[in-house]
């Protein structure tokens, strides 16, 4: 009997010393608790009777470019963080937020989708490869589940409604959605690259879960900015692809192309600032 108490004894001594060990192992020489434990800052209400003018546009936002690289990497988990794709798609397959149908134009956040039916986006999700049988040495085909290609996500599309505020006398904006977009060659031997729309998430439902997620601060790493901080704040650069209009919400390259296409976008920008600027006098 005493043996066995000294045997327990011995088993939960040496588990919580590894306990220990473990609690102990800090990569870096702090633990971060803000950012995990941040919710997101409320935004103040919008009263429709203050509301003087309002446009909606969409946004495209290229990932591969140096302004925008931080929403891409890293492209994997590293040290606990992720780029944006992989927290959103991390947070659908939670059930944490909705994803809804890409391919609808009337009403992005009008018909919802699953996180397989999300895969289902990227193609096959599945791939067979040869093994070789330990028992018999004869080879054999095995199906494996392929990962997602996370580094295929290289642009992003954002819809956003500005307006005037008259009881602020402020030129306002406010993101209304996300949606992911996969840019991919169908045939490695042809030059020409895809673009697909993958899914739309709505903004205001995924603020709780981007403003616990940290985006590293290349310049100072103590002082490093949520997801949520980084749209709020505007840390991206992007172009007009769409304004709503009355002819179907039509996009700019339904009706321009090449330079003309750049000159549009360029004029729907303007636009937005030269509504505020024409309500001053000098």
């Known amino acids: 009997m005493k043996k066995i108490v000294l045997i327990l004894a011995i088993v939960l001594i040496g588990a919580t010393s590894q306990n220990l060990l473990k609690a102990q192992v800090i990569d870096g020489a702090y633990v971060k608790k803000t950012t995990v434990d941040r919710k997101p800052a409320p935004l103040s209400i919008i009263r429709e009777a203050d509301v003087l003018w309002s446009k909606t546009v969409w946004r495209i936002v290229d990932l591969r470019e140096k302004s925008n690289q931080h929403l891409y ?3 994997r988990d590293m040290q606990g963080r992720n780029n944006l794709f992989n927290t959103l798609i991390k947070g659908i397959e939670d059930k944490r937020i909705t994803a809804f149908d890409a391919s ?8 919802p989708i699953t996180f397989n039916q999300v895969k289902q986006q990227f193609g096959d999700s599945v791939r067979v490869i040869k093994v070789t049988d330990i028992n018999t040495g004869n080879d054999r085909d095995s199906i494996v589940q392929s990962e997602l290609p ?5 642009q992003i599309e954002i819809k956003e409604v500005w307006y005037f505020d008259k009881q ?3 030129l306002q904006v406010r993101i209304l959605g996300i949606c992911p977009i996969r840019v991919y060659k169908k045939d490695p031997k042809d030059s020409t690259f895809v673009r697909k729309r993958l899914f739309w998430v709505y903004y205001p439902e995924i603020r709780p879960l981007l403003a616990k997620r940290e985006n590293m601060n290349d310049m100072n790493e103590a002082r490093s900015l949520s997801f949520d901080d980084i749209f709020l704040a505007r840390k991206f650069d992007g172009y007009i692809v769409k304004e709503e209009n009355i002819y179907n919400n039509r996009s700019i390259e339904e009706y321009a192309t090449g330079e003309y296409a750049f000159k ?7 636009s937005i600032f030269d509504f505020e600027q024409d309500l001053w006098e000098y």
Do not use: G, H, M
């Not at 609808?104 to 018909?111: L, S």
């Not at 549009?264 to 920008?269: A, F, N, Q, Y």
């Open 73 to 75: 990497y890293p492209v």
């Open 104 to 111: 609808r134009t009337d009403n992005e956040f009008n018909e």
């Open 150 to 154: 996370v580094a295929d996500v290289k």
């Open 168 to 170: 602020k006398s402020t």
């Open 264 to 270: 549009e976008s360029e004029r729907i920008k303007n």
